[in-house]
Each structure stands twice: as structure tokens, then as C-alpha cells.
């Protein structure tokens, strides 16, 4: 019976500690902009999900083993978004804060350096909102879903726009 259950207890271990390893990876490299998926970034996601599958289900390529990762991933998947949830401390180490980026006009370059945005980019988000010059933004904020949402005075509504480089994705596929 133990001979049964030990290769699918290895499978279901194994897909967990992947899962943990990549949230863990993903948050120490700083992808918080995960909802502006560049062609790079597609790529990465692919290239990863092909990279750890065997480490996942090791030579078991069987419906069962797969379907077995597969419920692993789902079940962790869910517990992590329940402790999140209930937990703001993890969810914030989880997730990250949302960065302010421009206040009153202002750029604030310290959170502009660590969210790795240059002034081109920050430029193309306030323009895509209907304002001209950053002195007419009274606040920016990278959200931790990636995008960047923008109010100002001028326009008197907050709105929240996801990169072109989305879209174009969608419209390739």
C-alpha cells in the first residue's frame, strides 16, 4: 500500500516546494509588474514552467501523476491565497505595497529607482490618462498587480490603465 502512495506523495511534495520556490523567486526579483507582461516576460513564464515540470513529476508522465501535481498546485494555491487573506502581514510580504511615484507633481525618484520605471515609462502612463506634464498628476501609484493608477486635478477621476504590451500579447495569441 506504502509502495502505492509514495511515488504520488513525492510528486505531490515536489510540486509544492516548486510552487513556493518560484513565489518566492518571482517576489525576490522584484516582478511587481506582473500584469504588464512584456514578450520577455511571456517568454520567462513559459521557459519556467517547462523547466521545473520534471521536477515536479520526475519521470511519472502518467494522467494520475500529472493530475496529481496538478491538485497539488490548486490546493497550495488556495492556501496561500487563505493565509494571505486572512494574514496582512504575509500578504504584504507576499505582494508587496503599492509604490507612490508621483504626489502633488512631484516625482518621487527613490520609489521611481525601485520599482526599476524610468521617466519614459512613467511619461507614456500619465499621457495614456489625458495628462500632459507630470505637474498636473496629484498622485501616481504603482498598484501590486503592476499597474499604474493616476489622478488628477485636471480631470477630477482616478483610472487605472494596464500596459499596451498586454493587449498586443492577447491580440497575437
Not at 37 to 55: C, G, K, T, W, Y
Not at 76 to 89: A, E, H, I, W
Not at 90 to 101: A, H, R, S, T
Request: glycine share 6%; net charge positive; charged share 20%.
Amino acid at each position: 500500500m506504502m509502495a502505492l502512495i509514495f511515488p504520488y506523495l513525492k510528486i505531490i511534495l515536489s510540486s509544492v516546494s516548486v510552487y513556493i520556490f518560484i513565489v518566492v523567486a518571482i517576489r525576490f526579483f522584484g516582478k511587481n509588474e506582473l500584469a504588464q507582461l512584456s514578450v520577455v516576460d511571456l517568454v520567462f513564464i513559459l521557459l519556467i514552467s517547462n523547466a521545473v515540470q520534471n521536477a515536479m513529476v520526475g519521470t511519472d508522465s502518467s494522467l494520475c501523476g500529472g493530475m496529481v501535481a496538478a491538485t497539488s498546485l490548486f490546493v497550495v494555491n488556495y492556501l496561500f491565497k487563505l493565509v494571505m487573506y486572512r494574514f496582512s502581514k504575509f500578504n504584504k510580504l507576499i505582494q508587496g505595497e503599492p509604490l507612490l511615484l508621483i504626489y502633488h507633481g512631484k516625482i518621487n525618484k527613490k520609489n521611481m529607482t525601485k520599482s526599476k520605471i524610468s521617466m519614459n515609462e512613467i511619461m507614456e502612463v500619465i499621457r495614456e490618462h489625458g495628462v500632459a506634464v507630470v505637474g498636473q498628476v496629484d498622485l501616481a501609484v504603482l498598484e501590486v498587480d503592476g499597474n499604474i493608477s493616476v489622478m488628477s486635478h485636471e480631470f477630477k477621476h482616478k483610472t487605472t490603465k494596464k500596459k499596451k504590451a498586454h493587449k498586443t500579447i492577447a491580440k497575437n495569441i
